[in-house]
């Protein structure tokens, strides 16, 4: 798994289409390999939560307060040691500020939320060509049962979970706070 987190004080996703697109394909050649989760975040970024309206205009938006905003990747590799790991890591990462102003506080203890987004692109390769390939990427089924699964794993610490929509257009909105942005990979992690 790859995460990139994002510390905020409110973000909001909001859905444009849900229908996965037709025009990708899986093999080696730079090409996409599904859009499991096409997040546009052009325009919207620099908004403030709290002044964001719905973008979409159809009434299906998720907004969270302070707390953390993940895109999440997945890999075939990916099973229940990696969810169970990244969900620990996150819950527990001291990058809120405590009184003193130090980065001593987890979201669990500042009460925060997540909003979860899945995103295959992080897992792109662009060593070739100008179009990213995205072979590394999960597929699509394992990707929604391991995002759903981490997901899971973070409400049983008792954090609140808005999710995004697998394999859906979205527009995201954030607030950053520092900023502060982590880069996790499940890859990295310590073995043993």
Known sequence: MRIVLQRVRGAQLSVVDDTETDDVTTDDTNNDT???NATDTHEQMNTPASDMSDPSGDGDS???GTGLLLLVGVQDSDG?????????????MRIFEDVAGKMNRSVLE???????????????DTRKGNRPSFTKAGRP??????????NAELRAYGIAVAEGVFGAHMLVGLENDGP???ILDSDNRPTG
Do not use: C, P
């Open 62 to 64: 998720r907004r969270i």
């Open 34 to 36: 599904g859009n499991h």
């Open 110 to 124: 500042e009460h925060g939320s997540v909003l979860s987004v899945s995103q295959f692109t992080l897992y792109a």
């Open 141 to 150: 089924e394992h990707a929604d049962t391991i995002w759903n699964a981490f």
């Open 180 to 182: 502060v942005t982590i």
């Open 80 to 92: 229940d040691a990696e969810v169970e790991w990244m969900a620990h890591k996150i819950a527990h």
